[in-house]
C-alpha cells in the first residue's frame, strides 16, 4: 500500500514532505498519521537533509485537520486516543533537528494548522485561510493549538481565534504574526524553495544548533537561555565548516559546507 506522506528531494538538500490525501483535503487519518511519523524519524537519520517543506498534495487544502468522517465512527476512548495520536505525531514534526518550513498550499483547519504551527516558519498562499475551528463543532484544539498559537500570536489574538473559530485569510495571518511570508498561489513553490536553499546553503551544523538554542532558550530565563546558546555554539567551534566558513570568506568565494 503507497504511503500517505511522500519525502523527496526539490533542491540541493532542500527536501519537500508532501501529505497525499488530495480527495479528502488531506485530513489526518490515523493511517496518514502513521506515515507522517515514520517520515519523520527517517528525515531524524538523514543528515543529507537540511530543510524541510511541509505541505499538502493539490492546490485547495494544506491539511483540513483530523478525518472526521473516520472519526464519527469512534467511541469517545477511541476520539480521545486519536487525538492523542495527532498531538503526539505533530511533536514528532515539531521535533525535527532541522529548519521546518509549512508551506500553506490552501486550507489549514484544525489539527492542520496546529500542525504548520509545529513548523519552525510558514509561508503562506494568498487564496489560503487557516483557522482552529474546533469549537464550532464543542471541542476545542487538541494538538497544542492552544499553547503554540498563543506563543506565537499572543494571549487575546489567540482567544480571538479559538473562541470565535473564524477562519483568517493571508493577509490577516500575515498581519498577526501567524505566518511569516506570503505569496501569490502561483509563485508560492518557487519562493518557498528559494528561501529553504537559502537557508540550505548555510552551516549545517550552525543551522541545528541556532534551531536548538532559540527552541531551548524561548521559555527559560534570560540567564538560563545565554547558557543554552553558549553551549550550542561551542558545538559549533571545532567543526570543518567553521574554518571552510573562515577559509572562503578569505578567498572571496562561496564556502561548500558538509555538515562537519
Given at each position: 500500500?503507497?504511503?500517505?506522506?511522500?519525502?523527496?528531494?526539490?533542491?540541493?538538500?532542500?527536501?519537500?514532505?508532501?501529505?497525499?490525501?488530495?480527495?479528502?483535503?488531506?485530513?489526518?487519518?490515523?493511517?496518514?498519521?502513521?506515515d507522517?511519523?515514520?517520515?519523520?524519524?527517517?528525515?531524524?537519520?538523514?543528515?543529507?537533509?537540511?530543510?524541510?517543506?511541509?505541505?499538502?498534495?493539490?492546490?485547495?487544502?494544506?491539511?483540513?485537520?483530523?478525518?472526521?468522517?473516520?472519526?464519527?465512527?469512534?467511541?469517545?476512548?477511541?476520539?480521545?486516543?486519536?487525538?492523542?495520536?495527532?498531538?503526539?505525531?505533530?511533536?514528532?514534526?515539531?521535533?525535527?533537528?532541522?529548519?521546518?518550513?509549512?508551506l500553506?498550499?490552501?486550507?489549514?483547519?484544525?489539527g492542520?494548522?496546529?500542525?504548520?504551527l509545529?513548523?519552525?516558519?510558514?509561508?503562506?498562499?494568498t487564496?489560503?485561510?487557516?483557522?482552529?475551528?474546533?469549537t464550532?463543532?464543542?471541542?476545542?484544539?487538541?494538538?497544542?493549538?492552544?499553547?503554540?498559537?498563543?506563543?506565537?500570536?499572543?494571549?487575546?489574538?489567540?482567544?480571538?481565534?479559538?473562541?470565535?473559530?473564524?477562519?483568517?485569510?493571508?493577509?490577516r495571518?500575515?498581519?498577526?504574526?501567524?505566518?511569516?511570508?506570503?505569496?501569490?498561489?502561483?509563485?508560492?513553490?518557487q519562493?518557498?524553495?528559494?528561501?529553504?536553499?537559502?537557508?540550505?546553503?548555510?552551516?549545517?551544523?550552525?543551522?541545528?544548533?541556532?534551531?536548538?538554542?532559540?527552541?531551548?532558550?524561548?521559555?527559560a530565563?534570560?540567564?538560563?537561555?545565554?547558557?543554552?546558546?553558549?553551549?550550542?555554539?561551542?558545538?559549533?567551534?571545532?567543526?570543518?565548516?567553521?574554518?571552510?566558513?573562515?577559509?572562503?570568506?578569505?578567498?572571496?568565494?562561496?564556502?561548500e559546507?558538509?555538515?562537519?
Amino acid at each position: 500500500m503507497p504511503s500517505l506522506v511522500s519525502l523527496e528531494e526539490v533542491e540541493p538538500h532542500v527536501y519537500l514532505l508532501m501529505l497525499k490525501r488530495p480527495e479528502a483535503a488531506n485530513a489526518l487519518s490515523i493511517r496518514l498519521l502513521d506515515d507522517l511519523a515514520e517520515k519523520a524519524e527517517e528525515i531524524k537519520r538523514r543528515p543529507e537533509i537540511r530543510v524541510v517543506l511541509i505541505t499538502g498534495e493539490g492546490n485547495k487544502a494544506f491539511c483540513a485537520g483530523a478525518d472526521l468522517k473516520e472519526r464519527s465512527t469512534m467511541s469517545d476512548d477511541e476520539v480521545i486516543q486519536t487525538v492523542r495520536k495527532i498531538g503526539d505525531t505533530i511533536r514528532l514534526v515539531e521535533e525535527i533537528p532541522v529548519p521546518t518550513i509549512g508551506l500553506l498550499n490552501g486550507v489549514a483547519f484544525g489539527g492542520g494548522l496546529e500542525l504548520a504551527l509545529a513548523c519552525d516558519l510558514r509561508i503562506m498562499s494568498t487564496s489560503a485561510k487557516v483557522g482552529l475551528t474546533e469549537t464550532s463543532l464543542a471541542i476545542i484544539p487538541g494538538a497544542g493549538g492552544t499553547q503554540r498559537l498563543t506563543k506565537l500570536i499572543g494571549l487575546g489574538k489567540a482567544k480571538a481565534m479559538i473562541y470565535s473559530a473564524k477562519a483568517v485569510e493571508a493577509d490577516r495571518a500575515h498581519k498577526l504574526g501567524l505566518v511569516e511570508y506570503i505569496h501569490e498561489p502561483q509563485f508560492l513553490m518557487q519562493e518557498a524553495k528559494d528561501f529553504a536553499s537559502t537557508i540550505a546553503r548555510n552551516g549545517p551544523v550552525a543551522i541545528r544548533q541556532a534551531k536548538k538554542a532559540i527552541n531551548e532558550g524561548f521559555d527559560a530565563k534570560l540567564e538560563d537561555g545565554l547558557k543554552i546558546e553558549r553551549a550550542c555554539y561551542e558545538k559549533t567551534i571545532p567543526t570543518s565548516d567553521r574554518i571552510e566558513g573562515l577559509q572562503a570568506f578569505k578567498e572571496k568565494r562561496k564556502p561548500e559546507y558538509k555538515g562537519e
